[in-house]
C-alpha cells in the first residue's frame, strides 16, 4: 500500500459515494467522505473538468456522462463464456456432475458452454441445444428470475407441451412451482427434457440485478437423491452468484455481498 497515490484513491471513494447517491452538493460531500473541504472541493472541480462528474444548474454534482461509455465498453468486453467457464470447472470438481450455462434467445434457452463430467454414465448436452423456457432446471431459471411483466407476457402466450414425463403443462401450476422457486432461489428437475434426468438450477446476475444467464448441473436421475439434493444447491447457488459477482452484481435481490 505503500506504494498507492493517496489522491486517486481519495477520489474514488468521493466517486463511489455517487453509486448511492443521485446528486450531492459540496457540504454533502465533505460529510459523507470525512474529507477536508478544501480537498474535496478541489477533487470535485477536477472530476468535472474530466468528465467525471458534471454540475447541474443547481450547483450539486452528480455522475458525468463518460461513465456511459466506460460502462458500455466494459459490458461490450465481458464474455460471459469466458467469465464462467473456470467457475464451472470448479463446480464439476465438486459435484461429479456435468455443468451447463444458457442464455436466452426469445422464447427459448440456448446452451453456450458445457463442462462434461468424468462419470461413465452422464447426460449429454450439446452447446448450441435450444430449450423452451419452462422445462428443465436451467431453462427455467431465466422464466423464473426474469422482469415480472416479461414472464407474464411470455405465460399468457406460450403453448406448455409435454417434452418428458414430468414436463408441466399447466400454466397455473408452472406459476406456482415459479413463485416457490423464486422464494428459494434455485430450481430442480426431474425428467423434464429428457426421463430419467434430473437438474438443479441457478439464476446468473448482472451489474443491473437483471438475470442474463442460467447454471446448472445435470445427471442420471438416481444420483440426484434428497439426501444429496442439499450439496448439489449449494455448490450451485454458490458458483451462480461467484459467476454474477464477476458480472459486477453486488447481491441485492437476496442481501448477498460479493
Not at 464439476?92 to 440456448?110: H, M, T
Not at 422482469?147 to 403453448?159: C, G, H, I, K, V
Amino acid at each position: 500500500m505503500a506504494d498507492t497515490n493517496q489522491t486517486v484513491i481519495k477520489a474514488a471513494e468521493l466517486l463511489r459515494l455517487f453509486l448511492t447517491h443521485h446528486q450531492l452538493s459540496l457540504p454533502q460531500a465533505v460529510k459523507l467522505s470525512g474529507q477536508p473541504k478544501t480537498s474535496v472541493h478541489r477533487m470535485l472541480s477536477s472530476l468535472e473538468e474530466t468528465g467525471f462528474l458534471r454540475r447541474t444548474d443547481d450547483g450539486v454534482y452528480e455522475l458525468g456522462f463518460v461513465f456511459l461509455q466506460f460502462g458500455h465498453a466494459v459490458a461490450d468486453r465481458l464474455d460471459i463464456r469466458q467469465l464462467s467457464l473456470p467457475v464451472m470447472q470448479k463446480l464439476v470438481r465438486e459435484c461429479g456432475e456435468a455443468a451447463n450455462l444458457i442464455v436466452r434467445d426469445g422464447n427459448e434457452a440456448i446452451y453456450v458452454e458445457k463442462v462434461d463430467t468424468t462419470e461413465p454414465i452422464r447426460v449429454y448436452t450439446a452447446i448450441g441445444r435450444r430449450a423452451p423456457l419452462y422445462a428443465g432446471a436451467c431453462p427455467r431459471v431465466l422464466l423464473t428470475f426474469m422482469p415480472d411483466d416479461e414472464r407474464e407476457a411470455y405465460l399468457r402466450e406460450a403453448t406448455l407441451e409435454p417434452i418428458a414425463d414430468n414436463t408441466c403443462t399447466d400454466v397455473e401450476q408452472l406459476r406456482e412451482r415459479i413463485a416457490i422457486d423464486r422464494a428459494n432461489g434455485y430450481t430442480v428437475s426431474h425428467s423434464e427434457l429428457y426421463n430419467y434426468t434430473s437438474a438443479v438450477g441457478a439464476p446468473i446476475f448482472d451489474y443491473s440485478g437483471k438475470v442474463v444467464a442460467g447454471l446448472s448441473i445435470v445427471g442420471p436421475e438416481n444420483r440426484y437423491r434428497d439426501d444429496q439434493l442439499p450439496f448439489f444447491i449449494e455448490k450451485t447457488v454458490a458458483a451462480a452468484k461467484e459467476i454474477s459477482c464477476r458480472l459486477g452484481w453486488h447481491g441485492a435481490q437476496k442481501g448477498d455481498m460479493c
